[in-house]
T-cell receptor, first 112, second 117 residues
Framework: DAGVIQSPRHEVTEMGQEVTLRCKPISGHDYLFWYRQTMMRGLELLIY????????DSGMPEDRFSAKMPNASFSTLKIQPSEPRDSAVYFC??????????FGSGTRLTVV | AQTVTQSQPEMSVQEAETVTLSCTYD???????LFWYKQPPSRQMILVIR??????QNATENRFSVNFQKAAKSFSLKISDSQLGDAAMYFCAYRSSAQGGSEKLVFGKGTKLTVNP
């Protein structure tokens, strides 16, 4: 298995632009998580899905953030419009109930 | 809500020596999992070791072992025979395994480990 695949690896965008981050989870994993990592706040859970259904989105900062999981093999995290304070590393992870998470390599987002 | 605390922002160790990273957590649940993740400069989050709370035996994975003290809510990581490749950020994490509990991982702030040659 290729593991959890995230794209792009790096993204630089201008303030106000729309940003879409993508994630392909491991086949057979029924949980998918989006985390954000910053120096100040560490690793924060944004949202997670179970069997493609959003379970907890209480970590989504504001309405500018949205996440979808249209099928078991794909998820997106969208920021519209982006702001400099959104600059961070965004991780996607997938899991089964019993075992630990497998993380993707992350997307480093820079909003200028 | 569960919290995880790593009180050592930075640690250093000489190559081939042993180092212990500390982690404490707060929870009212009795069933849960605890994890240590390693994040090298490549930023990939790598699972190092996991512990089920119902197991009294401490988990081990090669040079990595934990000291799990459930009553004290303590979960330290011991790295033996440290290698240069062990240099990384280490994160302690908690996840509920209780029926109806949250599946999310709660992370500590991390400990940066430096290995000196």
């Amino acid at each position: 298995d290729a593991g959890v695949i995230q794209s792009p690896r790096h993204e630089v965008t201008e303030m106000g632009q729309e940003v879409t981050l993508r994630c392909k989870p491991i086949s057979g994993h029924d949980y998918l998580f989006w985390y954000r990592q910053t120096m100040m706040r560490g690793l924060e859970l944004l949202i997670y899905f179970n069997n493609n259904v959003p379970i907890d989105d209480s970590g989504m900062p504001e309405d500018r953030f949205s996440a979808k999981m249209p099928n078991a093999s794909f998820s997106t995290l969208k920021i519209q419009p982006s702001e400099p304070r959104d600059s961070a590393v965004y991780f996607c992870a997938s899991a089964t109930w019993f075992y630990g998470y497998t993380f993707g390599s992350g997307t480093r987002l820079t909003v200028v | 809500a569960q919290t995880v605390t790593q009180s050592q922002p930075e640690m250093s160790v000489q190559e081939a020596e042993t180092v212990t990273l500390s982690c404490t957590y707060d929870t009212s649940e009795s069933d849960y999992y605890l994890f240590w993740y390693k994040q090298p400069p490549s930023r990939q989050m790598i699972l190092v070791i996991r512990q089920e709370a119902y197991k009294q035996q401490n988990a081990t994975e090669n040079r990595f072992s934990v000291n799990f003290q459930k009553a004290a809510k303590s979960f330290s990581l011991k790295i033996s025979d440290s290698q240069l490749g062990d240099a990384a950020m280490y994160f302690c994490a908690y996840r509920s395994s209780a029926q109806g509990g949250s599946e999310k991982l709660v992370f500590g702030k991390g400990t940066k480990l430096t290995v000196n040659p």
